[in-house]
């Protein structure tokens, strides 16, 4: 079965007012490239790229650099789509990241679709069964705030079900540690509290939050410097039994081969829709696996990326938990699919059909026409 026709589509829900504040700014609408590829005999796959702060850009990228490229290859040539995305447009005089974040949503579909073609959900064709995976409160929820409102937020998501939340951290060492410290003291140690500092500490905080991770007894602490600083983590390492979480922003096995050969983090956080989808991730999975690294998906804007990551998780054996994201407004989460995932006890579990399991319900998109431009504004320059 060929390859018919490969499109993506920019979609924005802009808020009226801001959804979250936190260190990368303050969140103004919520952005989606949606990915189709469409076999000869009309069968759909459907898949997601991250938004990469440019979603129109992005979709652009899988219409006119990649999609040419692809239309006639073979549905089920996974691994020569990306071969083939990889030669032309990353491993020289491409479009380097960008060019991997749009194939990842390729990539999504073509499993959707194989799915869809062989009448088997992904995760079997990953080699692995339908099962559940414990899920945690992550996502765009749990933002800088005044002590009291974070309370309540983690009490919701807490009768909720879940036994794990992550709180934003990065702010600044104190308050941080003040946050952190207040959700331990009011939930007990049976809560499991990872925080993500989003990249926002430098080397001068690494004593300030290795205290505070060990008092509070962190999960993990995710992200505490940018992705090229492996010097960081590794200092981090010295101050701390805490694990550290990494890898949404970074893109390939490349990159993920430098973080665990220098042992630069305990948990990987490759997101399939920036990393170079599905078939890249599980790669990465397999190789932190090698290592003795544990796998926390890192969860992007839709029901897509969610269906994509607990296929994945249950498909692995070093899966460690799944990132439900809890953001009060999310059409993308809520709207795109008929059958939205839902929580079971503590657990999610992938979509019972076949390929992604998801039914598709495109017309939620109507009226949410792309914007260009980031979700965020940054916050005010000093």
């Not at 079900?161 to 140690?189: C, M, N, S, W």
């Not at 999310?330 to 006890?345: H, S």
Request: charged share 25%; hydrophobic share 40%.
């Amino acid at each position: 079965m060929r390859i018919e026709k490969v499109t993506a589509t920019a979609f924005s829900y802009v808020f009226d007012k801001t959804a979250l504040s936190f260190g990368v700014g303050k969140n103004v609408k919520r952005d989606l490239v949606l990915v189709k590829v469409v076999a000869e005999d009309g069968t759909t796959g459907y898949g997601e790229s991250h938004h990469a702060m440019a979603p129109t850009a992005i979709a652009e990228i899988v219409n006119y650099s990649l999609a040419p490229l692809l239309v006639g290859m073979d549905c089920l040539d996974r691994e020569g789509v990306y071969d083939r995305i990889y030669r032309s447009q990353i491993q020289t005089h491409g479009t380097g990241t960008a060019a991997v974040i749009a194939a990842s949503g390729i990539d999504i579909a073509l499993f959707d679709l194989a799915g869809k073609l062989l009448k088997q959900p992904v995760c079997a064709l990953l080699g692995g069964k339908w099962r559940e995976t414990e899920a945690y409160a992550g996502g765009l929820s749990l933002g800088f705030q005044p002590l009291e409102s974070l309370e309540q937020e983690v009490k919701r998501y807490v009768d909720k079900g879940y036994k794990g939340i992550k709180l934003r951290v990065g702010q600044d060492t104190r308050i941080d540690a003040e946050r952190v410290g207040h959700i331990r003291r009011v939930f007990g140690d049976g809560l499991k509290i990872a925080v993500d500092a989003a990249t926002r500490y430098s080397i001068l905080d690494v004593q300030a939050v290795a205290r505070y991770c060990e008092k509070y007894n962190v999960w993990w602490l995710e992200e505490p410097f940018t992705p090229d600083n492996i010097e960081g983590y590794k200092a981090m390492r010295r101050y701390t039994s805490t694990p550290l979480a990494a890898g949404e922003n970074h893109f390939t096995k490349q990159a993920f081969r430098e973080l665990l050969r220098e042992r630069a983090i305990d948990i990987v956080q490759a997101d399939c829709t920036k990393a170079g989808g599905i078939t890249e991730v599980k790669k990465i999975a397999d190789m932190a696996a090698a290592y003795h690294v544990m796998v926390a998906p890192h969860t992007s804007q839709s029901v897509l990326s969610a269906a994509a990551n607990l296929h994945l998780l249950a498909s692995i054996p070093n899966g460690l938990v799944h990132e439900a994201d809890l953001a009060p407004v999310n059409p993308f989460r809520d709207r795109l699919a008929t059958n939205p995932i839902e929580l079971v006890g503590s657990n999610m579990r992938p979509p019972t059909g076949f390929g992604l399991g998801l039914e598709i319900d495109e017309s939620a998109l109507e009226k949410l026409d792309g914007v260009a431009g980031p979700c965020y504004l940054p916050p005010p320059a000093n």
